[in-house]
């Protein structure tokens, strides 16, 4: 059965430098989330995207943003990266009136 | 996170023994769910029990919830050295359809010696 799929696997940056991260869905999954999960830390919510509409933001930094495509992968582009933003980036879709959320492997961020 | 504390934070247990973790959270919710994240890798999710429920059975494990003491446990019987990963319980409010983002606790690393 088809996954979430995540890209890149792992990225390495430079402070100050943007990144990119993509997400594509299962297919008609409806709802996509994106979370943060800092070394040792639990995953936060960031954003989700609803039929490619933002519907909810939780603590996604000002130098963060996201969309979601007509083709309903999303990507989460990230600018003037810090240190602190190195973390584990997954993302997860769904069916907005199921409960289940699916994972994608993550993406792995290094800030040097 | 505010939400989602689990109990304790590390586990280690011998094969075939019993693992209990334990969760609290503070808001209502619509349902909580366990995950479990074998190291640096994705979520799987392993169980759902929803507000109106007190316990939930699939396969070797069984999630209880008292919501009056905003507490959940996961018990995972005869475990197995597969079993090594950490486990999250999250939460959600909303009620079905509307925000339905999982608010996370922090993981139990349980360690499962063969």
């Known amino acids: 059965a088809a996954g979430v799929i995540q890209s890149p696997r792992h990225l390495i940056k430079e402070k100050r430098e943007t990144a990119t991260l993509k997400c594509y869905p299962i297919p008609r999954h409806d709802t996509v989330y994106w979370y943060q999960q800092g070394p040792g830390q639990d995953p936060q919510f960031l954003i989700s995207f609803y039929e490619k509409m933002q519907s909810d933001k939780g603590s996604i930094p000002d130098r963060f943003s996201a969309q979601q495509f007509s083709d309903y992968h999303s990507e989460l582009n990230m600018s003037s990266l810090e240190l602190g933003d190195s973390a584990l980036y997954f993302c997860?879709?769904?069916?907005?009136?199921?409960?289940?959320?699916?994972f994608g492997a993550g993406t792995r961020l290094s800030v040097l | 996170s505010q939400q989602g504390e689990e109990d304790p934070q590390a586990l280690s247990i011998q094969e075939g023994e019993n693992a209990t973790m334990n969760c609290s959270y503070k808001?209502?919710?619509?349902?909580l769910q366990w995950y479990r994240q074998n190291s640096g890798r994705g979520l799987v999710h392993l169980i759902l029990i929803r507000s109106n429920e007190r316990e939930k059975h699939s396969g070797r494990l069984r999630v209880t919830l008292d919501t009056s003491k905003k507490s959940s446990s996961l018990l995972i019987t005869a475990s197995r050295a597969a079993d090594t990963a950490s486990y999250f319980c999250?939460?959600?409010?909303?009620?079905?359809?509307?925000?339905?983002?999982?608010?996370f606790g922090k993981g139990i690393t349980l360690s499962v010696r063969p």
């Open positions: 997860a879709s769904g069916i907005r009136f199921e409960n289940i959320q699916y």
């Open positions: 808001t209502s919710i619509n349902n």
């Open positions: 999250a939460t959600r409010s909303g009620y079905t359809g509307a925000n339905s983002k999982l608010t």
